[in-house]
């Protein structure tokens, strides 16, 4: 790992000093940082020697005088900079594992590193953390953190995650009490393991730790074609049962602290719930709410947006299964709009296996033998099947070969949780 820049921010001090990008940080005042939470604490000096390695393999000293919260405009390609801390699980329902050989290194890694956790919302064990660790989480006060929970029962928490330190999440737990670190728990339910009255537990155990506990996500396990042990999906009949233990949980403690995912409701065929049930959408990057949160930024956008546009706009939006009833309904309302003609195309994960329907997995071949002869020249995606930073989607084809491929424009939607870039392609 390094701490290479990916990209500079516009009216930076960086910019400024002409920092290129692919540049790498090797100090800041003498000293490397591991991380982006040193680096965030180097910078609070107002008097700075920043040590530079340019993309040439020339080195720099820039010496910086700037304000006490003054940003430098750094944008690394990791948070972490010096080695990750790896995931010693083998969890039965990883999805590193189950993936084709062949795609990009990067995809193989498997990260349990508590500082991508507070920096990124990335979901973390607790099964390797170090006195150091805890003693640095502990002095900075690292949080919130989001919590790999699955299940509070000891015997079953080693089996599902397979390493024996997985039975001591409570005196972790506890640990975090202790230091007032704020949490947010996952559940990724498995049927016939931490579902029925083992997730009830879990919830209960949880709820011993509300002081610090800030939301509770429920989601359901990812299947690929390429799952080499035999894993029972989420039935419809699973999906409901696991919405209406949830929310007699919530009316038991009389809080709406717990929420399943998008995917149980569709799953059930229930209809989504409305903005309150989310309650802020603390764990939106986990699907818990992304379907109401963008519906509901449509509806005040389309309220407001104009009945025609002078010239005509023809465009094809991809979309993952999950969300397509979502997009078939954008659709509906944009059409009516003069001179404009959408057409919504739903990828289905070839690539992964149809148990797979979410954005972030949609692959360039997917695109590519699914839009072929079948769409605009003008093709919204979004940025969440790109690798960040990048033009390369996860089977490790770019941009440029799509485009190419199905001759098309690719426009990317960068917020994946508002409408507000679909609207300005169509009326700027």
Same mark, same amino acid.
């Given at each position: ?51 530079? #390695? ?30 990750? #801390? ?6 039965? /329902? ?80 506890? /640990? ?135 010239? #005509? ?116």
């Amino acid at each position: 790992m390094s701490c290479k820049i990916a990209a500079i921010e516009d009216g930076s001090i960086a910019q400024e000093l002409c920092i290129m990008q692919g540049s790498e940080l090797i100090s800041i005042n003498g000293t490397k940082p591991r991380d982006y939470i040193d680096y965030k604490y180097m910078t609070l000096e107002e008097k700075l020697d920043i040590e530079i #390695k340019t993309p040439n393999g020339e080195i720099e000293i820039l010496k910086i005088e700037k304000d006490y919260d003054e940003e430098l405009g750094f944008v690394f390609e990791s948070a972490i900079f010096d080695n990750i #801390k790896h995931c010693s699980n083998n969890c039965i /329902f990883c999805f590193v594992d189950q993936q084709p050989e062949g795609l990009r290194e990067s995809l193989y890694i498997k990260d349990d590193d508590y500082r991508l956790s507070y920096l990124q919302g990335t979901y973390v064990t607790l099964t390797n953390l170090t006195k150091k660790d805890k003693e640095r989480i502990a002095s900075n006060h690292l949080g919130p953190l989001y919590i790999s929970v699955h299940t509070t029962n000891p015997e079953l928490r080693v089996r599902m995650l397979r390493n024996k330190n997985a039975a001591n999440l409570l005196k972790e737990l506890n /640990f975090l009490k202790e230091n007032e670190i704020p949490i947010h728990a996952q559940i990724v339910l498995c049927p016939s393991y931490n579902d029925g009255d083992e997730l009830k537990r879990t919830l209960d155990d949880l709820w011993k730790y509300k002081k610090i506990l800030c939301s509770i996500a429920v989601v359901p396990l990812g299947l690929t074609k390429y799952r080499k042990e035999k894993l029972e999906p989420v039935s419809k009949e699973k999906a409901i049962e696991t919405i209406d233990i949830i929310e007699n949980f919530n009316k038991k403690i009389k809080k709406n602290i717990a929420n399943v995912s998008d995917e149980f409701f569709l799953i059930a065929q229930k209809e989504l719930p409305p903005k309150s049930y989310y309650k802020g959408y603390p764990q939106l990057d986990d699907g818990v709410g992304a379907l109401r949160f963008i519906i509901d930024d449509f509806n005040k956008r389309i309220k407001k947006a104009g009945k025609s546009i002078k010239i #005509k706009k023809e465009f094809t939006i991809a979309c993952s299964i999950s969300a397509k009833n979502t997009f078939f309904m954008f659709a509906e309302e944009l059409n009516k709009i003069k001179n404009v003609k959408v057409d919504i195309k739903p990828i289905k994960s070839d690539f992964w296996g149809n148990d797979v329907n979410v954005a972030g997995l949609i692959t360039a071949i997917d695109l590519i033998n699914q839009l072929k002869d079948n769409c605009f020249r003008d093709v919204l995606i979004p940025s969440i099947v790109l690798r960040p930073y990048t033009e390369e989607f996860l089977d490790g084809l770019c941009i440029g070969d799509v485009e190419k491929e199905l001759n098309v424009k690719l426009h990317i939607v960068k917020d994946i949780y508002s409408t507000k870039e679909i609207f300005d392609f169509i009326f700027n």
